[in-house]
Nanobody, 127 residues
Framework: QVRLVESGGGLVLAGGSLRLSCAAS????????MGWFRQAPGKERECVSA????????AYTQSVKGRFTISRDNAKNTVYLQMNSLKPEDTAVYYC????????????????????WGQGTQVTVSS
């Protein structure tokens, strides 16, 4: 099992930046593919970005491409989401998620792919 704790959310002006962190406790963090999801009020949770076990493969939803960067540090058991050029439509609760996988390179984009979830961190972008 793995426990996930997100941090780094907050209130920021449009055009600003935030870096979210997700710290994992438990064994073998490098055996988990990771993802960042978000859920805005009245909307379904969506996958923002995903990263493979070794960090070499990443994916982004179209609306954040070129603005967000996912990365991981397996030595620190942490996955990050650097968010630049933030827009009001990025306002949501952001969640990280983990899925154990034997594949070093696979990444997963569906909510149902993931086994473990953090509690979420609020990101609010004001105009």
């Amino acid at each position: 099992q793995v426990r996930l704790v997100e941090s780094g959310g907050g209130l920021v002006l449009a055009g600003g930046s935030l870096r979210l962190s997700c710290a994992a406790s438990g064994r073998a963090f490098n055996m988990y593919a990771m993802g960042w999801f978000r859920q805005a009020p009245g909307k379904e949770r969506e996958c923002v970005s995903a990263i493979s076990r070794n960090g070499g493969d990443t994916a982004y939803t179209q609306s954040v491409k070129g603005r967000f960067t996912i990365s991981r540090d397996n030595a620190k058991n942490t996955v990050y989401l650097q968010m630049n050029s933030l827009k009001p439509e990025d306002t949501a609760v952001y969640y990280c998620a983990a899925r154990p996988t034997p594949s070093v390179t696979n990444k997963f984009l569906k909510e149902s792919d993931y086994n473990y979830w953090g509690q979420g961190t609020q990101v609010t972008v004001s105009s």
